[in-house]
């Protein structure tokens, strides 16, 4: 299947700093990109859709400002956590869609002290 | 609203048992369900994708069954072994213009050698 990388694969940071995670489609151009958080023992939850050249759409109740998504290419996505507090700690993922199929990045861990 | 239940939310058994998991959804309208593997701390593997169409998908030990009016999909593992644990997510891909996921909460897979 089709190849997606994220980086870092983990990160510590300050409270109050800001984060930046890549997810990139290595061999596919990709117009969509999702983004996932995950907390222990529980399912992905979708933050995000990311589309090429425009603005994400967000779920309910995720706050836009606070996590910045940027799709410059067919093949790169980043989620910056901005200010960042221990509760954005967490498991963050993404997906790039191939049209009929998304594939999955090795996920990010991020842990704000 | 698509719901997505994955039953049982952990399972143990000996190495060389054949199993079942199961997944189930509210709403039949859906483009396709995937299953997926996810390693504690990793990022999801697509095991098997079913369209709307397809009543099942094989690869290796593994076999997926779609039942799309009854609103269920089975995932059966094969003699399993030590390196099939992990968590099994079920996810189903609404019909409409989306291509968000909606995921379960997955089964916790232990096989003991």
């Known amino acids: 299947g089709a190849v997606v990388s994220q980086h870092p694969s983990w990160v510590i940071c300050k409270s109050g700093t800001s984060v930046k995670i890549e997810c990139r489609s290595l061999d596919f151009q990709a117009t969509t990109m999702f983004w996932y958080r995950q907390f222990p023992k529980q399912s992905l939850m979708l933050m995000a859709t990311s589309n090429e050249g425009s603005k994400a759409t967000y779920e309910q109740g995720v706050e836009k400002d606070k996590f910045l998504i940027n799709h410059a290419s067919l093949t790169l996505s980043t989620l910056t956590v901005t200010s960042a507090h221990p509760e954005d700690s967490s498991f963050y993922i993404c997906?790039?869609?191939?049209?009929?199929?998304?594939?999955f990045g090795p996920g990010t861990r991020l842990t704000v002290l | 609203k698509q719901e997505v239940t994955q039953i049982p939310a952990a399972l143990s058994v000996p190495e060389g048992e054949n199993l079942v998991l199961n997944c189930s959804f509210t709403d039949s309208a859906i483009y396709n369900l995937q299953w997926f593997r996810q390693d504690p701390g990793k990022g999801l593997t697509s095991l098997l994708l079913?369209?709307?169409?397809?009543r099942e998908q094989t690869s290796g030990r593994l076999n997926a069954s779609l039942d799309k009016s009854s609103g269920r999909s089975t995932l059966y593992i094969a003699a399993s072994q030590p390196g099939d644990s992990a968590t099994y997510l079920c996810?189903?891909?609404?019909?409409?213009?989306?291509?968000?996921?909606?995921f379960g909460k997955g089964t916790k897979l232990t096989v003991n050698p």
């Open positions: 079913i369209q709307s169409s397809q």
């Open positions: 997906s790039a869609s191939s049209g009929n199929e998304q594939f």
């Open positions: 996810a189903v891909r609404p019909k409409g213009g989306s291509e968000k996921l909606v």
